[in-house]
């Protein structure tokens, strides 16, 4: 069986060959590049990764391009920066392909040398026990490692174009009756600085993102 894997793609060149050299057969990568200054597109098709261009800057814009441009039936979505393994995929994608659950989240691990600030891990964890109160899901980590049924992720209409599309994904997967899970997988050194958690203003724009959805005000931009 076939997967598509989407990866929001924002100057990945550094991490490209190894992310994608390392993914498992049965799962295509769909490359989306999201603005890059660098030879992320070019390097991603070489490699053989289908490669789609979102103008529209925001991570939920390119996790969005890339579900329409998917065509199986389960698929998967990570970070395109080396700091997950895609030979963990499986891992993550088992429970909806034997229908065990409906949305599945990699639960990061931290490994020697990964960079997660403290101030990203503790705003990960309140977050996630918001969540747990909220939708009654056991889940532990916001992780952006996760797998699910394409059409029913499409049928939840998310709205939310940037920072809070992970987020509004699991609240409108509790709310429409989904069976959440979770399951352990590494967290590695990353290429590069974070966009989101290496700067002050990224971490400031993703936390807004968050509280506007938990609010119930998701946006478009």
């Not at 989407?6 to 295509?28: K, S």
């Not at 490669?51 to 939920?60: D, S």
């Not at 997967?173 to 069976?179: E, K, M, N």
């Not at 050194?189 to 936390?207: E, H, I, Q």
Request: aromatic share 4%; charged share 25%.
């Amino acid at each position: 069986m076939k997967l598509d894997v989407v990866l929001p793609c924002l100057d990945e060149e550094a991490a490209l060959p190894w992310v994608l050299g390392r993914m498992p057969d049965g799962f295509h990568p769909i490359v989306v590049d999201n603005g890059s200054a660098d030879g992320s597109a070019r390097v991603a098709a070489g490699l053989g990764a289908t490669v789609v261009t979102e103008p529209r800057r925001g991570f939920g814009a390119a996790c969005h391009a890339g579900l329409l441009a998917a065509t199986t039936d389960v698929i998967c979505f990570m970070d395109a920066d080396a700091s997950l393994d895609p030979g963990q995929l499986p891992l993550v994608a088992g429970p909806v392909l034997n229908g065990e659950a409906e949305l599945v989240l990699g639960r990061r691990v931290l490994r020697p040398g990964a960079s997660w600030p403290m101030h990203a891990r503790l705003g990960n964890a309140v977050l996630a026990r918001r969540l747990r109160r909220r939708t009654g899901a056991l889940l532990h980590d916001l992780g952006p490692m996760r797998a699910c049924r394409r059409a029913d992720l499409l049928a939840l209409r998310l709205t939310d174009r940037r920072c809070g599309y992970p987020l509004e994904m699991v609240l409108r997967a509790a709310s429409a009756g989904w069976r959440i899970g979770e399951t352990d997988v590494d967290y590695l050194p990353r290429a590069g600085r974070s966009k989101v958690t290496g700067t002050v203003r990224g971490t400031l724009r993703a936390v807004g993102d968050m509280r506007r959805v938990l609010a119930g005000r998701e946006g478009r931009t």
